[in-house]
């Protein structure tokens, strides 16, 4: 009998903590994302694909830095395509390579957790230098890092561009951040590639510079990026 109740106390303590993130993210509306063909990027977002995806506004969450900040998503049988337009004034970026500390500076994010059975997800950053930070993070109960891939090349490496805009006077007014994430990358995580009707978690942010520090989200999180049970979810159509 002791036996019996010890394992009913541990299925107790388990259950909750796995159901927990999975409750958090049913009382939200799905996002859907939509079905394309494979295209090239420019980091422009010009290409006739993403006339099909609507624009997914994000809100302002720290910070004075008045910009508008959305993005866009879609999903081939090979990946996940992501297009970010950042309203802006200035860049503040000087990292010069892949993999660095791109967060400290202007930078889009997306994270991508595909299966909640495990607290573990992929985090993409890009910055306007075109340098990127693809990761995967194990959170445990927030003690968290992150990963660089192995073998990062052929079908697991991923497409990226960004492309400035300035006005008539050469000052800048947008920079736009387009990617391709392949799903090659993301193995082992489970739920990987999606079918039509698959769910995942998913965040998306912005970090700006221009006036100290000001940061977007489209779901809010309380405590950092890393709040995964408080992801929105996206629906494959």
């Known amino acids: 009998m002791r036996s019996f109740i010890q394992r009913l106390c541990l299925l107790f303590l388990y259950i ?16 859907m994302v939509k079905r394309t063909t494979n295209f090239d990027i420019s980091g422009k977002g010009d290409a006739s ?8 506004q994000m809100t302002k969450r720290k910070g004075s830095a008045d910009y508008g900040t959305r993005a866009k998503l879609l999903y081939s049988d090979t990946g996940v395509y992501g297009l970010f337009s950042c309203q802006d004034k200035k860049i503040t970026a000087t990292f010069k390579e892949d993999f660095a500390d791109l967060w400290t500076e202007d930078v889009i994010e997306i994270f991508l957790w595909p299966e909640e059975s495990m607290p573990i997800y992929f985090e993409y950053e890009l910055s306007p230098l075109n340098h990127e930070l693809p990761i995967l993070v194990p959170n445990m109960e927030g003690d ?7 073998h990062y090349e052929g079908e697991r490496k991923t497409r990226h561009a960004v492309h400035i805009s300035r006005d008539s006077r050469g000052n800048t007014s947008e920079w736009t ?8 990358l993301l193995k082992p995580l489970k739920n990987v590639p ?9 965040n998306m942010y912005r970090v700006d510079y221009d006036q100290q520090y000001t940061s977007w989200s489209w779901k809010p999180v309380q405590t950092n990026f890393h709040d995964y049970e408080r992801f929105g979810v996206i629906r494959f159509e």
């Open 177 to 184: 951040a387009e990617f391709f994430i392949p799903y090659a």
């Open 194 to 202: 999606p079918k039509a009707g698959s769910e995942w978690r998913v």
């Open 49 to 56: 694909e993403w006339n099909s995806a609507d624009w997914i």
């Open 16 to 31: 909750p903590a796995s159901l927990h993130a999975q409750d958090r993210g049913k009382d939200q509306e799905p996002l």
């Open 144 to 150: 968290f890092l992150g990963w660089k891939p192995w």
